[in-house]
């Protein structure tokens, strides 16, 4: 039997409970799901696609590899052929399955973030290996390490890790054959500071030799409910993953294909959307500081990872209290303990109703 971690989620359900029962209603910041509409020209893609009977490509589409390939070198300044490029059913399998999928052996450690999304712990697990949470890579001493994660902007704090420091990683695992996956589903949302790819030339040196990166349109286009992802980089990885896929039947719906490849190639509706979380953020983020709460990292993505110093479940207590339901940072390690994190994905009236309990 595969020991697993409870799911964090299930022990937020009495405060969620209590925040229900607040009068004006719960503000629900703690998931950060999507609550904007999915863009017009997802949903017109996606219906004119839908008569599609038979079965779709585990590869992608041309079009839909195209259109990633395409949105990187725009957007991000990287510059991947569209043959290394790979549809994922959201990120978050790909997240829980790389492990496995890339021969990841029993004893072997997978390297991710003191504070990190608690999937790279369960992927780990899953393949029978080891999690490590370290931010120093030098913790295992000269032992090999099949993958490390690393993710910028971060889920929980916002941090942004700069090129010099990706290098740094890129250059270590090289050194010991190491994969480096890293995960970019906040890549477009950086406030402060701007994050930059694994695979951009700054930080690879224009090879992307043992890297994947991998990307979400959850956030940046409001597809979470049509589960769509993507990894691009090394093409000897990429074309491992796509043989064990095509085994495993892992394989994304044609008309969401058709939708993700239409999203890519408008960057219009992100930038509004992007816009949408910029205003929700700057009026909440004040909010937090005048209540006591000190904001930290937070310069990219759509969280605010705060604290008034006090335990993170006390604080989840206190938001409670309010009506405000927020995830007790010890849900991404143990050094999350005295902090929250506040999603700001909620509707503009549930943020400012956030913002009128908090003064």
């Not at 990633?68 to 990287?78: E, K, P, S």
């Not at 983020?285 to 904001?295: F, I, N, Y």
Request: overall charge negative; hydrophobic content about 45%.
């Amino acid at each position: 039997m595969i020991s697993l971690p409870d799911f964090p989620w299930d022990r937020l359900t009495p405060y969620k409970e209590r925040a229900l029962a607040h009068p004006d209603g719960i503000v629900d910041l703690s998931v950060g799901t999507p609550v904007d509409p999915v863009p017009l020209v997802a949903q017109k893609a996606l219906t004119e696609a839908a008569d599609s009977p038979g079965y779709p490509l585990t590869y992608g589409t041309p079009r839909l590899r195209e259109a990633a390939a395409g949105w990187l070198a725009r957007r991000h300044g990287v510059r991947v052929d569209a043959a290394d490029i790979l549809p994922t059913i959201g990120s978050k399998e790909l997240v829980a399955w790389l492990p496995t999928l890339l021969g990841v052996r029993p004893g072997e450690h997978v390297l991710f973030p003191e504070l990190a999304y608690p999937t790279y712990d369960v992927g780990a697990r899953l393949a029978g290996a080891t999690p490590y949470a370290t931010d120093g890579l030098l913790a295992l001493g000269p032992e090999r390490v099949p993958l490390v994660w690393v993710n910028s902007p971060s889920n929980p704090t916002g941090r942004v890790l700069p090129a010099e420091h990706l290098r740094k990683v890129v250059d270590w695992a090289r050194e010991r054959g190491a994969v480096v996956a890293s995960d970019e589903c906040y890549l477009e949302l950086g406030w402060e500071e701007s994050p930059v790819s694994i695979l951009h030339p700054d930080v690879c040196g224009g090879s992307h030799e043992g890297l994947l990166a991998v990307h979400s349109l959850s956030k940046r286009s409001n597809l979470a409910g049509y589960r769509a992802g993507f990894a691009a980089g090394d093409p000897a990885l990429i074309k491992r993953l796509l043989e064990m896929r095509k085994h495993a039947g892992m394989m994304m719906a044609a008309p969401v294909q058709a939708a993700m490849a239409a999203v890519l190639d408008d960057d219009a509706h992100a930038d509004e959307q992007r816009e949408r979380y910029a205003r929700r953020r700057a009026v909440l983020r004040p909010a937090l500081e005048g209540a006591g709460w000190r904001v930290e990292h937070s310069t990219a993505g759509l969280y605010l990872w705060a604290t008034d110093g006090r335990g993170c479940w006390d604080q989840v207590e206190a938001l409670a209290g309010l009506g405000i339901l927020a995830a007790p940072g010890d849900f991404y390690g143990v050094a999350g303990a005295k902090h929250v994190r506040i999603a700001v994905t909620a509707t503009d009236e549930r943020i400012n109703a956030a913002v009128l309990r908090l003064q």
